[in-house]
């Protein structure tokens, strides 16, 4: 299943919700990814998200929340991985999620001090501790029962409205389409024109085929090295980690074997094109 996103409708309705209530709603799509439409995230939440580590928690962390929908209908109300509240609900075609709404980075009507009690161990992982996060958190929103309540049932409304005008919607995906997602979602783990054929259910000639459609003529292998070292242009960007975790984030556990690559691809080593790429920032 394809599902289509109207962006700029759907950017359009939270911004406005955000102004207006000062929380933020974004939307997942069914595999608990978000889809990036909005980023009105407060300190806290950005201060997180900014680490390599911070964010695999954050994704973990909405995968974990759509997987333990347990509600018969509307929201259900959760801590997330740094003792944030948040809240998640599906929207259906039919008996399937077509995507989930959620809204949170706030805190409930329960005292303040409780509340960072229940979330600094967990924050343990994060540079300088949990006291580095302490002055952001104690940032964070509070809203009494009834306020969300009251947002979680304008929320619904809306909910019934994206589903109306189609601002979400279901398709087939093409097998061009599962080859790509495929590479996305699986680039850092061992592969093979083999492990692929079986995953996707395509036979090895038509993979090959689309190998090529996808890269403009080039094979399955390097479609994967291209995939491959365009994460690691990022994380080499993004933070401070030594060339060879870099290579392990890609799915290369070999460095010397990552280097060549990456020459080959980009015209230049790893470590020259962080030092030369930070520069031109």
């Keep these: 299943m394809n599902i289509l996103f109207d962006q700029e409708q759907l950017l359009q309705l939270l911004t406005n919700l955000y102004v207006f209530t000062g929380i933020a709603a974004n939307i997942l799509d069914p595999q ?3 889809i990036n439409v909005f980023e009105g995230h407060p300190p806290f939440c950005k201060a997180i998200n900014a680490l390599p580590d911070g964010h695999r928690r954050c994704v973990e962390c909405d995968a974990w929340k759509i997987g333990s929908y347990r509600a018969s209908k509307g929201f259900q109300f959760y801590r997330c991985h740094a003792g944030v509240c948040e809240a998640v609900m599906p929207l259906y075609d039919r008996d399937r999620p077509l995507a989930y709404l959620v809204y949170g980075c706030f805190l409930d009507e329960s005292p303040l001090e409780e509340q960072w009690e229940r979330a600094s161990p967990l924050l343990g992982w994060y540079p300088g501790g ?4 302490k002055d952001a958190f104690f940032q964070l929103r509070q809203y009494s029962a009834a306020e969300l309540k009251a947002y979680s049932e304008l929320l619904e409304a809306l909910a019934a409205y994206i589903q109306l005008k189609g601002m979400i919607q279901a398709t087939e995906r093409t097998e061009l389409q599962r080859l790509e997602l495929y590479l996305d979602r699986h680039y850092m783990e061992k592969l093979s024109l083999e492990s692929i054929s079986q995953e996707l259910h395509i036979g ?3 993979l090959c085929r689309l ?6 003529g080039q094979t399955l292998s390097h479609l994967i090295a291209q995939r491959r070292m365009d994460a690691a242009k990022s994380l080499l960007l ?3 980690l030594p060339i060879s975790a870099v290579a392990d984030a890609v799915g290369i556990s070999d460095y010397n074997y990552f280097s060549r690559v990456f020459r080959s691809v980009t015209g230049m080593t ?3 094109f962080r030092k030369k790429r930070r520069h031109n920032i």
């Design 32 to 34: 608990g990814r978000d």
């Design 270 to 272: 790893p470590r020259d």
């Design 211 to 216: 190998a090529k459609q996808l890269s403009g």
């Design 204 to 206: 090895r000639t038509k």
């Design 130 to 133: 949990p006291e580095a996060l």
């Design 238 to 240: 993004q933070n401070d």
